[in-house]
């Protein structure tokens, strides 16, 4: 009796694996169709909602433009913040790294420390702000620039003498 069930367990198991193994060829047959060039080889269901949205007006695709001169898309919803804009970046940067590179690991607390994204030479700099705010809608162009908030050295810029003169004073 015990070894029936197993058995009923073990075809229902198959039948589970074989029908997730059809859908993943499915599913990689149409990512490899041209018309569906721009999904993710391992897309989310925010990735498939996003792009839905993007068809339907609701979503916009934006030019992100490094500084080498290089540029891809990305897509986000159109009541989306930097902060949406700066991960659906880093998303495609961490596909294109894996997909020519392998595993590489980028800092993007440095990155985004050093620099941030611009559109038409106005910096985004706070990370709530709506997109639209900076005028940007679809088919805008977004670049990277050096951020101003870089951390300077208190003594950065004073001359020795003055620093001489400083250390002179604490002394007295």
Known sequence: ??????????VGYSSITAKKAQL???LSALLDDPILSDVSKKPT????????????????KITFVKMDGSSFD???LNSATVKDLKLA???KINEMEQATMGHRHISWRHVW?????SHHNEKLLDDNSVLIEYGIHNN????????????HR????????????LSLSKRA
């Open 154 to 165: 208190f003594f950065h810029g004073l001359s020795k003498r003055s620093h001489h003169m």
């Open 140 to 151: 805008s162009k977004v670049s990277q620039k050096h951020s101003k908030r870089r951390k």
């Open 113 to 117: 420390a050093n620099f941030c994204l």
């Open 45 to 60: 269901l925010a990735d498939v909602d996003t792009l839905i949205n993007l068809e339907l007006g609701s979503a916009m």
């Open 74 to 76: 990305v897509a986000v």
């Open 89 to 91: 970046i880093r998303k």
């Open 24 to 26: 993943q060829s499915m």
């Open 1 to 10: 009796m015990e070894s029936g069930c197993k058995s009923e367990e073990n």
